[in-house]
């Protein structure tokens, strides 16, 4: 924890790429590529396209996310 603010948004998965990667939809007019969080992972949950998920952004770097859950 570094203490910094994360911003979450909602988006939709519009296509899985290598590496465990996903792209997504967020505002309908822009997109990020986005990895699975560990909570995720750990319960097997898996991802479709179409899929409407919570995506946290870093102040950094808003084209790049984590995916904490599914909406």
Known sequence: MTGRPERQVE???EAR???GLYQVDVDGSRRIT???GGGLE???IR???GDRVVVELTPRDLTRGRIIRKA
Request: charged share 5%; aromatic share 6%.
């Open 11 to 13: 988006g939709i998965v």
């Open 17 to 19: 790429l290598p590496s």
């Open 34 to 36: 986005a990895h699975i």
């Open 42 to 44: 750990r319960n097997f």
């Open 47 to 49: 991802l479709l396209v």
